[in-house]
């Protein structure tokens, strides 16, 4: 028998993602066969999964706290945002168009049945799926057609615990208000409720609770703590990455421009991790520090825009200066296209079709193209012989003199490009970083020791995470709420 159980916010950031991540963890120790389910998600921090797709990393990481690898059927519909108002649609792990926010609010419900699919299919691998709900169900003038929150738990036939954030103020309104706009048949599936991020003495909040119970009928679940070790965790929105900076800490300054696009910048949590490296995000106000030792380009969803963010922040005068002063510049995938001679776009696939040039600090030229490269690979370093792993996720093709300089080798293929003197290197693959080996041999050019071990510590930050739930979150009546899978359901509403 497959139960399953939803998780839905008062609002986006209520930190949905976390008390997932660690019900599953804590489930997972109980025994129990748990995986996680998104209907859909909307990030650019894209996982690749072991069956060729990608998913919001997110839920890359609940797979994580569930001991399997992440899969496309845990996330179903990603969101992939490109531009102010458009975003490329990823369907069960593959790209099936771009859409503009409009046109995706009418056509929403049409991706109900894959939606459905992939929710049965996990569940049938499983004793318990653990859903999360994206944003808010009282977003009413979302509610036609939803497959992110209420449609889905009552096309599938879901119950929900709601969950109110009491950091940002308003706890109390947030819950009932959420129980007062929704319509009846939505309200039937709340089956109970759980406050996040408390600080300080919970008994002050007891009357608080209690008054939540008696205005919506609905039990508490738990009162739970601000969770310290959160910042452990691999990020999940750029949001997220000024939080993980370093900034004014002592040892390698490494400085990161944070472009509007920015997207697959897991390998900066490594890097923070670090006790000799100071990671500084740069806000598009601020120049790039000059006393940098090294600037990380890190990935964009959108290259060619986010290219033209970076000259109008002026960083691009001040990487050409960091060089000029002997610095060093690190870029992956968007980041090491920017670096290259031009970009060229004759599909128009991120715009107008055309060709712009590029910092040019880097003796390559790219050509974006349809096709999407995506694989898990393993590789070595071969400057320090170091073993690594990582993942592409890009479109395009880089080639020029300096990619017969290689700095790496991926599933025996030699990867990236490097400048006559060394201190310009770009490459495809992300996650380099989390390779305690690579990244300590890598700091080691900037004299900085390496002491951080960063699976470790991501394992270590979940088992807390999972006492943490056992503590303050009532494990057992969610199992009691959980309700078994009904196969045949096929309601969309």
Request: hydrophobic residues 40%.
């Amino acid at each position: 028998m497959t139960r399953a159980i939803m998780i839905q916010g008062t609002g986006s950031n209520v930190g949905k993602s976390m008390i997932v991540a660690g019900i599953i963890r804590a489930l997972t120790r109980r025994g129990l066969a748990v995986r996680p389910f998104k209907p859909q998600n909307m990030s650019n921090n894209a996982a690749v999964t072991s069956d060729g797709g990608e998913i919001g990393r997110a839920q890359a990481l609940q797979a994580r706290a569930a001991g399997v690898a992440p899969h496309t059927d845990m996330n179903p519909i990603l969101l992939k945002p490109q531009t102010a108002t458009g975003a490329q649609i990823i369907v069960q792990g593959k790209v099936a168009g771009h859409q503009e926010a409009h046109a995706f609010g009418r056509n929403k419900s049409a991706l109900m049945p894959a939606v459905l699919q992939s929710f049965h299919r996990l569940a049938q691998s499983c004793d318990l799926v653990v859903i999360e709900g994206a944003g808010s169900p009282a977003e009413t003038n979302l509610r036609a057609g939803d497959i992110a929150n209420m449609g889905f738990a009552r096309a599938a036939g879901v119950p929900v615990v709601l969950m109110g954030d009491i950091d940002r103020g308003g706890v109390i309104a947030q819950i009932v208000g959420t129980q007062a706009v929704l319509e009846d048949a939505d309200n039937a599936l709340i089956k109970a409720f759980s406050v996040n991020k408390f600080r300080g003495d919970r008994s002050l909040f007891d009357a608080g609770r209690d008054d939540i119970v008696k205005r919506t009928g609905w039990p508490c679940l738990g009162v739970i703590p601000w969770f310290d070790q959160a910042g452990r965790l691999p990020a999940e929105d750029v949001m997220d990455l000024p939080s993980r900076a370093r900034s004014g800490g002592a040892g390698c300054i490494v400085a990161v421009p944070q472009l509007p696009r920015i997207s697959n910048f897991d390998d900066l949590d490594p890097l923070a991790s670090e006790p000799s490296v100071d990671l500084r995000i740069i806000p598009p106000d601020q120049p790039l520090p000059a006393d940098a030792d090294l600037i990380l380009l890190v990935g964009s969803k959108s290259t060619i825009s986010d290219l033209a963010a970076l000259r109008a922040a002026g960083w691009d005068i001040d990487i050409a200066a960091h060089i000029r002063r002997g610095g060093h510049v690190l870029g992956l995938c968007g980041g090491y296209q920017m670096l290259g001679r031009s970009i060229s776009d004759p599909d128009g696939i991120e715009g107008p079709a055309g060709t712009v040039p590029g910092l040019a600090h880097l003796d390559v030229e790219t050509v974006l193209a349809p096709k999407k490269h995506l694989s898990l690979k393993t590789g070595i370093h071969p400057e320090s012989g170091t073993l690594l792993e990582g993942y592409e996720i890009h479109l395009g093709e880089t080639t020029g003199p300096d990619c017969s300089r290689p700095w790496l080798k991926f599933d025996e293929t030699a990867e990236g490009a490097a400048s006559k003197n060394g201190r310009v290197l770009g490459c495809y693959m992300h996650g380099i970083f989390s390779s305690d080996t690579f990244r300590a041999a890598f700091l080691l050019r900037f004299g900085a020791q390496s002491s951080a071990r960063y699976d470790t510590s991501v394992e270590d930050t979940l088992d807390a995470l999972a006492d943490h739930m056992e503590a303050y979150f009532d494990l057992g009546t969610l199992l009691k709420i959980a309700k078994e899978v009904d196969f045949s359901a096929q309601r969309i509403l």
